[in-house]
């Protein structure tokens, strides 16, 4: 079948589906529920997992091994050479079918009720509707066949046959057919609160088939709200339903009358504003409307709460802890003096939890057991409920070399020496705290010793001098450390204090020599690693004079270092140390080598995974080999369980699954897309597919019905292994027999990989639970033959398609009136042979 028929029968399918849904909904919908949840709710519609009988039709007399899950139907079909292959359609309703001429299903038959709604609209019957008909001529339909003549852009004319159903609405593309764009009309009816347009037959849906959510607007009108009835009976207390909607665009005050008018609704059901309590009989008033309104039925249903204030009492006849708030609300109309004591009585403020005594201020002693008679503690009015005065510093005599800090207190009412001496008397401040602590030169500034007062008296210098300022130490009695020299002025320089110290005058007194490592070695050599506390005899290093003393010949690049993965040999490099460092000197000695990437692999060959080329570029001749491997990029995998540990077992299980190249997790994997068609997973939606992708053997994937599930990789990769990890429980559902497929499309698929003897699986998966098997090789499949490179070669050139199973055959294939050299090539690990055939 051409793909244009192909693609025009499964949109004419989805076609029919949308217009069966509308069907069902029109004769079963009830006028106060939403029609999409009325369609969730309605039993009798097919779910996941339940049994299902095979459409008729004359097709089973020329078929084996059915599948049907109840909309798409499946099996292998004899074709016209007697050999079977299979082949899969959609079911709309009870549609029946018949193998074609062409081995292919075909309808044989549709429901009645379709084929009547179909009349209902007004579109004919005896011929397919659409644009089409402006452009063709010579038009017949037999049956579900449509035979006619096209016109192409261009003006010619070519024989179209094609297979249809009545619904389908087509036009003319330069000579093929395509699904037009769906009839408002064919929704049947619309979503709940909207009907059909008046001229829903002469406008569009945005595709082939019609939705009832996104097209909603463009096919349907609004139904008036119930609001606007004014026929309902008031007298029997009936009013406007506000959340209901009339049958159509605008209410009828009679017909609608028993969808829109309701009781009005009882006090008892609404909640009163704050303030406010439902009076006693709330349940015998009615409200105006189907609804009572908080704010405009306030005084009709409720009344005002009493208040605090008017019981007889203070915040001495609460508890311990609590104050009575006079504005506080009554639980009722009036207030009670039994039960809303305990409601005026709230709780007060502890003062350790609400107050900080200010300055001048320590808490009372019992800080902790005081209230507030307040929610909130207030410094303005319970300072003096929670705290006493402190006692002044003053009280003490802080003695010789410490003052006080007028207005300072003591810890607590009265001053305890021990206690409070280190927070009321301070020292006197020391000399560092002076701004000018300059001396002269043979002198140094004592900073530990202190001043009359706090602060020092900067302006009096001579009290500081006398005070601060001690003789120096001569360098000349500081030795030099290793690595040193005097400086050649140290006999007239002076340590920083009264004796020299190592860490502070060591660079007052002396200068720092040469280190060798300062000394650049010169081409093949390198310093010396015994040299590292060896210093140049001055204070910078000479190459001629200190070469010996400081370096050592370097080993040669070619002769003494291997070049890591990625990379090739400079000429004529020295390492950068007496002995090679792989990671130190790759950069001297290595350049980068060119990827492998550069290379274009061959049809049926993948680039090898993380390799280079034997140099700074690719060159075909040379690289070829290296860099290419036999070998498929794939998009799409799909793993399918054909039997499990306990035989005939159908509730199949997966903690993780993955996928290979080079024995590493395929690059992008933690992207990948992870689903099933069909599904049988459970309702909770915590064991679907995706649980597979997501690296965690806490989660898993569970199928009631055996089904398989799918992996959609973010680009096309090359798959070499593949491995999965078993479920948490029950060893019963481990898969034992299986298929791996894959496809670069989605369309063709091809069989990577596939277990048929259980000893063999039963060696692979480990009974162990949430353990992971052993990477599991896949089997390289090839590419059809290129047509391009084949003359008068069909488009497809093999008639198992244009995927090949490993060990399996090709039957070339040439266009009509020419025939293939060869009978079969045979595809082996990837490998085509012959790799081309041609067509005489």
């Not at 029997?236 to 209410?251: E, F, H, K, T, Y």
């Not at 210098?461 to 006398?466: D, E, G, I």
């Not at 010396?528 to 290093?541: F, R």
């Not at 060159?619 to 498929?632: A, H, K, N, P, T």
């Amino acid at each position: 079948m051409p793909w244009h028929w192909a693609t025009s029968a499964m949109a004419a399918t989805a076609v029919l589906l949308a217009l069966q849904v509308a069907l069902v909904l029109s004769e079963y919908a009830e006028p106060l529920v939403p029609g999409e949840q009325w369609q969730k709710q309605k039993p009798g519609w097919s779910q996941r997992g339940a049994a299902v009988n095979l459409p008729g039709g004359r097709w089973t007399n020329d078929a084996q091994d059915a599948f049907f899950d109840g909309s798409r139907l499946c099996a292998r079909l004899r074709q016209p050479d007697t050999s079977f292959k299979t082949r899969c359609t959609h079911v709309i309703a009870d549609q029946t079918f018949r193998v074609s001429a062409a081995g292919d299903f075909e309808p044989d038959g549709a429901s009645e009720m379709l084929y009547d709604e179909y009349v209902r609209i007004d579109y004919p019957t005896d011929m397919v509707p659409g644009s089409w008909q402006q452009s063709s001529r010579n038009s017949k339909l037999q049956g579900s066949i449509l035979e006619t003549e096209l016109q192409r852009e261009d003006g010619t004319w070519v024989q179209t046959i094609t297979s249809v159903l009545h619904w389908h609405f087509l036009e003319n593309i330069d000579g093929t057919f395509y699904i037009q764009r769906a009839p408002c009309a064919s929704l049947g009816v619309c979503v709940y609160s909207y009907v059909l347009k008046l001229d829903a037959k002469d406008l569009y849906c945005t595709r082939a088939v019609c939705d009832p959510i996104k097209d909603r607007d463009q096919c349907c009108d609004r139904v008036e709200s119930c609001a606007a009835m004014t026929s309902c009976d008031r007298s029997q207390s009936l009013v406007p339903d506000l959340n209901g909607w009339c049958r159509d665009r605008a209410c009828d005050q009679i017909l609608d009358q028993d969808i829109c008018c309701v009781p009005a609704a009882f006090c008892d059901g609404m909640q009163c504003l704050p303030g406010y309590v439902l009076k006693l009989n709330a349940h015998e008033i009615q409200c105006p409307q189907s609804m009572c309104f908080p704010e405009g039925d306030r005084d009709l249903c409720c009344e005002q709460q009493g208040v605090c204030s008017d019981l007889p009492y203070s915040s001495a006849d609460c508890p311990v802890g609590k104050w009575f708030n006079s504005d506080s609300l009554c639980a009722q109309r009036q207030c009670n003096n039994v039960t809303d004591l305990g409601i005026c009585c709230q709780p007060a403020m502890r003062c350790d939890l609400g107050l900080n005594c200010s300055h001048g201020f320590v808490p009372k002693a019992d800080y902790e057991q005081i209230y507030c008679l307040a929610p909130e503690c207030s410094e303005t009015d319970h300072l003096l409920v929670c705290c006493d005065a402190a006692a002044p510093c003053s009280d003490i005599n802080c003695g010789h070399g410490y003052y006080q800090l007028s207005d300072t207190y003591c810890g607590s009412t009265e001053c305890n020496v021990t206690e409070d001496f280190s927070h009321c008397c301070l020292r006197s401040a020391e000399c560092s705290t002076l701004q000018d602590q300059s001396c002269p030169y043979g002198y140094w500034f004592d900073h530990d010793e202190r001043c009359l007062r706090d602060p020092c008296d900067s302006n009096d210098r001579s009290t500081a001098l006398n005070l601060c300022c001690k003789p120096s130490e001569p360098c000349s009695s500081l030795t030099c450390l290793h690595g040193f020299v005097y400086k050649t002025t140290y006999l007239s320089l002076t340590c920083l204090l009264d004796e020299c110290n190592m860490t502070t005058d060591l660079g007052r007194c002396c200068d720092v020599a040469a280190h060798c490592d300062t000394l650049s070695c010169g081409h093949g050599f390198t310093p010396d690693p015994l040299a590292n506390d060896t210093y140049c005899p001055a204070t910078s290093c000479d190459i001629n004079r200190d070469r010996d003393l400081c370096c050592e010949a370097a080993p040669e690049c070619a002769v003494a270092f291997t070049c890591p993965h990625g990379y090739t040999s400079w000429p004529d490099t020295y390492c950068d140390g007496v002995v090679c460092d792989d990671t130190r000197d790759r950069d001297i000695c290595c350049r980068p080598a060119m990827p492998c990437t550069a290379v274009a692999c061959p049809t049926n060959y993948v680039t090898r995974f993380d390799t280079y080329c034997r140099g700074v570029t690719c060159e075909i001749v040379r690289d070829l080999d290296w860099c290419c491997e036999r070998g498929m990029a794939l998009m799409y995998y799909r793993f399918l369980p054909t039997d499990l540990r306990l035989a005939g077992y159908t509730v199949v299980q997966m903690s993780d699954f993955y996928l290979y190249n080079q024995q590493i997790v395929v690059e992008g994997f933690d992207q990948a897309i992870f689903y099933c068609d069909p599904c049988d997973t459970p309702v909770n939606g915590r064991e679907d597919p995706v649980n597979l992708g997501d690296g965690n053997s806490e989660t898993k994937w569970l199928d009631y019905s055996r089904n398989g599930f799918y992996v959609k990789l973010p680009a096309a990769q090359p798959i070499f292994s593949y491995s999965f990890i078993t479920g948490n429980d029950e060893a019963i559902r481990d898969p034992i027999l299986w298929q791996l497929w894959g496809s670069p499309n989605d369309v063709d698929w091809v069989i990577l990989h596939e277990i048929t003897d259980r000893t063999l699986g039963e060696s692979i998966v480990p009974t162990a639970r949430a353990t992971s098997t052993l990477q599991v090789s896949i089997e390289v499949p090839c590419f059809a033959p290129t047509a391009s490179h084949i003359d008068n070669a069909a488009n497809v050139t093999c008639e198992e398609g244009d995927l090949l199973r490993h060990n399996t055959n090709c039957t070339p294939v040439c266009q009509d009136g020419f025939t293939p050299n060869i009978d079969a090539i045979l595809c082996q690990n990837g490998e085509l042979t012959p790799d081309i055939f041609s067509c005489a």
